[in-house]
């Protein structure tokens, strides 16, 4: 491992694995057409309408954009020291292999691989990290304009296609009957997500990863000039957002998917994503100290493994919730509760793994 190495985005990525992973799992039972944290189970348990509530507000929208920025935080950080000609070829190699990577997860174990779009948007980042800051600042202010016209986009969507019927076979993935049904369901879906990502997610997911390469050149989060400028805007929108995302959770937890107001709250959900994503990673740089602080030594190691866990993770829906796997039902809040057990799980083994990596770590480092 390289000793230079910043532990900040590496504290960024390990936290931010909580929401990916309780989220992917909460909706799995009846993804891909179903309501995306599942249905409450049992119907009538408070526990589990409260865990759906907690779960909307403070993770629900907010790890797979963390990652986007940290991505670009790394992009950067990992070629500030080479020529453009080196850093340009080192990264396609690493983005050539994460496209296969998002492939093959996507079409065989999880329709909502993210992997893909990460590679696909990634890539276009890569020809801004070298741009002059001027250039570079208007590019970034185009992206935030494409960005917020393709979440307005997505909102329309979702407003239109409430006053539609739903699928009609009902089918998921904790449904169907054989493998290749699986594949099927799981491929085509993949395959639509990818297009139909390519202008809704897209755009937010490049826009978090610029904002990513910019936080890394200006060392936003990590350089000490920055700090009061942060807690000023911590103070000023920290309180708002969290009183927005404490009305989404209820209205989440005291809802069901088929209610009418069920809409209005995932919407909220979409418009205060990146915002309350934005929020967290400005109070655990400054909790951290730019990750200087003594606690991040703790999170670095699994934050150095995230795409084992990822990958990992999708293979344990798989093999316990899927219909050619055991088929399992937990209730709402064991499910939680099982993804936190296994994040721990896996902290605890990043831990011990000392400096030897995990298995896709090993193979996109390869020279």
Not at 130 to 156: D, M
Not at 344 to 355: C, H, I, K, P, R
Request: net charge positive; charged share 15%.
């Amino acid at each position: 491992m390289q000793p230079s190495r910043e532990a900040l985005p590496d504290v960024l990525r390990a936290i931010a694995m909580v929401s990916v992973l309780v989220v992917n799992a909460m909706g799995y039972a009846v993804a891909p057409w179903g309501s995306p944290l599942g249905l409450r189970t049992p119907p009538d348990s408070a526990w589990a309408a409260a865990t759906q509530g907690l779960v909307a507000a403070l993770l629900q929208g907010k790890g797979y954009t963390t990652l986007a920025f940290v991505f670009g935080m790394a992009l950067w950080l990992s070629a500030r020291k080479l020529s453009r000609p080196d850093a340009l070829k080192r990264s396609l190699v690493r983005n050539r292999r994460l496209l296969g990577l998002g492939v093959l997860h996507g079409v065989f174990v999880y329709f909502g691989d993210i992997l893909t779009m990460y590679a696909l948007m990634g890539r276009q980042a890569l020809r801004r990290l070298h741009q002059p800051w001027g250039p570079f600042r208007r590019h970034l202010g185009r992206a935030l304009v494409v960005a917020v016209l393709a979440k307005l986009a997505l909102v329309a969507i979702m407003f239109e296609m409430a006053d539609r019927p739903a699928v009609a076979d009902g089918s998921s993935l904790s449904t169907v009957p054989g493998g290749w049904a699986f594949l099927k369901l799981n491929a085509n879906t993949y395959a639509v997500a990818q297009v139909s990502g390519l202008l809704l997610s897209g755009p937010v997911l490049y826009l978090c990863m610029v904002c990513g390469v910019a936080a890394a050149r200006l060392r936003l989060l990590t350089h000490r000039r920055w700090r009061a400028v942060l807690r000023r805007g911590l103070r000023r929108f920290g309180l708002p957002l969290l009183a927005l995302a404490f009305v989404q959770g209820c209205g989440y937890a005291l809802t069901t998917p088929a209610d009418v107001l069920r809409l209005w709250f995932e919407v909220l959900g979409e418009l205060i994503g990146i915002p309350i994503a934005c929020m967290y990673i400005v109070a655990l740089a400054l909790a951290s100290s730019g990750g200087k602080a003594r606690w991040c030594h703790w999170l670095v190691p699994l934050g150095r493994r995230t795409l084992s866990l990822y990958v990992g993770h999708s293979l344990v829906l798989l093999a316990l919730f899927s219909g050619v796997g055991l088929a399992l039902a937990p209730s709402s809040t064991q499910m939680l509760l099982l993804c936190l057990g296994l994040w721990l799980l896996a902290w605890a083994a990043a831990l011990l793994s000392g400096d030897r990596r995990w298995p896709l770590e090993l193979w996109m480092g390869r020279r």
